[in-house]
Nanobody, 123 residues
Framework: QVQLVESGGGLVQAGGSLRLSCAAS????????MGWFRQAPGKEREFVAA????????YYADSVKGRFTISRDNAKNTVYLQLNSLKPEDTAAYYC????????????????WGQGTQVTVSS
């Protein structure tokens, strides 16, 4: 059973930073792609970033490119999302997701999801 557990969310002022973690268990993830999505109240869930577990290839939404960085630690089976230069519009619940195969940006193509962690950015 695949389990994804996010942590690291919180309240931060605009311009601040946070690091989100996604601890993955239950499988060998070498053939997986890992994604981060976010959902603000009243809005659809949107793609933020993704990484190929095997190659380390990354992909970002234009809205976060240059501010957020996704990475993984193979030994810890953990994926990270470093959030820098945060803006109030980054406020959302952030979700970690996993799928077998290559990176995609469509949420319905991910098979496994974590419970989410809240990020709130005050102005």
């Amino acid at each position: 059973q695949v389990q994804l557990v996010e942590s690291g969310g919180g309240l931060v002022q605009a311009g601040g930073s946070l690091r989100l973690s996604c601890a993955a268990s239950g499988r060998t993830f070498s053939s997986y792609a890992m994604g981060w999505f976010r959902q603000a109240p009243g809005k659809e869930r949107e793609f933020v970033a993704a990484i190929s577990w095997s190659t380390g290839t990354t992909y970002y939404a234009d809205s976060v490119k240059g501010r957020f960085t996704i990475s993984r630690d193979n030994a810890k089976n953990t994926v990270y999302l470093q959030l820098n230069s945060l803006k109030p519009e980054d406020t959302a619940a952030y979700y970690c997701a996993a799928r077998t195969g290559s990176i995609v940006t469509t949420n319905v193509l991910y098979d496994y999801w974590g419970q989410g962690t809240q990020v709130t950015v005050s102005s």
